[in-house]
């Protein structure tokens, strides 16, 4: 049985059960998507999708309003609260299934947490001034995810000495970290953080090595849906990355990987039940 299974999380009075592993559908709200034809951000047709990723399996929307894609300008606090709080509001009441906060900012973590969301993702695991204390006090999962440098510069010349190494000591401090401010172990997921400071080869020896990350005991999460990662092995643009982005996420499945962070719900659903059934039967 994979490390972490026997957990049910509590994502704010809503259940996770990590016994089998589970799909988070991304829902990125940026001011290119969900525009209602003009110049205007329409929160409906952003609660439309994340009702659409739930009809084709997944079990946790993920949030964000902050592009952290590699060079992507910063976004105000007030404009991430504008995009992503009327979101949740509407979905806290419509959907059965727990929402997570993708942010770094420990305002947006209390007002999304406050509107409904029950879990905070931060790709800047805590390390923000004043996140560590606010999740603490939010009572919810987090989420922690390495990442070498900041978004404007991490795919600069990222280097390590030993990447899976590195990936896992940082991650146990920040769990040492949680554990000081109150975050019991059983409120903390660990996430390599594909992409984040990574060259091709520093991604796939971490997928390669997940498992290592896996026996630490906590729940994994991974996001590999659509990476350049993938671009760049294959030479694909974004629209043409579902099948290889399906093989990394059965690939983390096999090795224990709890929860996958994708696009294409319906059909990683799929592939990570098949991977699942033949990993399972002992
Ligand atoms: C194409 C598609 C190109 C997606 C780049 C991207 C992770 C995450 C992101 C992750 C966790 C992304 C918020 C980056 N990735 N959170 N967030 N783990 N926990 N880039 O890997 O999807 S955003």
Not at 28 to 34: A, R, V
Not at 166 to 192: M, S
Not at 219 to 234: A, Q
Not at 246 to 269: F, K, N, P
Request: aromatic share 2%; with cysteine; net charge negative.
């Amino acid at each position: 049985m994979p490390a972490g299974s026997q957990t049910v999380l509590d994502c704010g009075g809503k259940p996770l059960d990590l016994a089998q592993p589970r799909i988070m559908g991304v829902l990125n709200i940026t001011p290119d998507s969900f525009s209602d034809g003009g110049d205007f951000f329409s929160p409906e047709l952003a609660v439309e999708r994340a009702q659409q990723m739930v009809e084709d399996g997944a079990d946790i929307i993920d949030i964000g309003g902050e592009s952290t894609r590699p060079g992507a300008a910063t976004v105000t606090l007030e404009e991430e609260l504008r995009r992503v709080i009327p979101v949740i509001e509407t979905l806290r009441s419509s959907l059965t299934v727990p929402i997570s906060i993708d942010t770094r900012k420990p305002e947006v973590m209390h007002a999304a947490v406050t509107a409904g969301a029950g879990l905070i993702n931060d790709v800047n695991a805590l390390q923000d001034e004043g996140a560590l204390e606010v999740a603490a006090a939010l009572n919810v999962p987090v989420c922690l995810m390495h990442m070498q440098g900041s978004p404007e510069t991490m795919q600069d010349a990222p280097a390590y000495r030993d990447v899976v190494g590195e990936v896992i000591d940082f991650l146990k401090a920040r769990v040492d970290a949680c554990l000081g401010a109150g975050i019991t172990r059983a409120r903390i997921l660990l996430d390599p953080g594909f992409g984040f400071g990574k060259t091709v080869e520093h991604n796939l020896q971490l997928l390669r090595h997940l498992d290592r990350l896996v026996a630490r005991g906590l729940p994994v999460m991974v996001g590999l849906s659509r990476k350049s990662l993938i671009g760049k092995l294959l030479d694909l643009p974004i629209d043409q990355r579902l099948v290889p982005s399906i093989t990394l996420a059965v690939v983390a499945v096999w090795q224990g990987a709890a929860i996958v962070r994708c696009h294409d719900v319906r059909e990683t659903r799929e592939a990570i039940r098949m991977c699942q059934a033949v990993r399972d039967i002992g």
